[in-house]
């Protein structure tokens, strides 16, 4: 997926918040304590929810732009997030 972190997008609107499956979840199940044991079901767990959405870009590029760092975002873990964000900042940098 090409991520564009395109900040422009409106972020408080409900447009994909209203079509987002963890909506009707516990959102506990989205911030897991920890990254081992208990917490990695907790992680595919959640996971789970988000495959099935069809709002799961969008919550992604959410918590890209705004720098969502706990949690289960879109998708991805906290680490997959980091490793995004590294390497995007890379990419702009060697644009730049």
Known sequence: ?????NRSIDWDGDSWRGRASC?????????????????VDQ??????????????N????FA?????ESGVWGCTSEEERRKL????LARQRRAS
Do not use: H, Y
């Open 23 to 39: 909506r009707d979840t516990d959102p506990d199940l989205f911030f897991p304590i920890g990254t081992t044991g208990q917490a």
């Open 85 to 88: 964000r590294k390497a995007w």
């Open 43 to 56: 992680i595919d767990a959640a996971k789970a929810v988000c495959r099935a959405c069809e709002a799961q």
């Open 1 to 5: 997926m090409a991520l564009s972190w």
């Open 58 to 61: 969008a919550c992604l590029e």
């Open 64 to 68: 890209l732009a705004t720098n969502q």
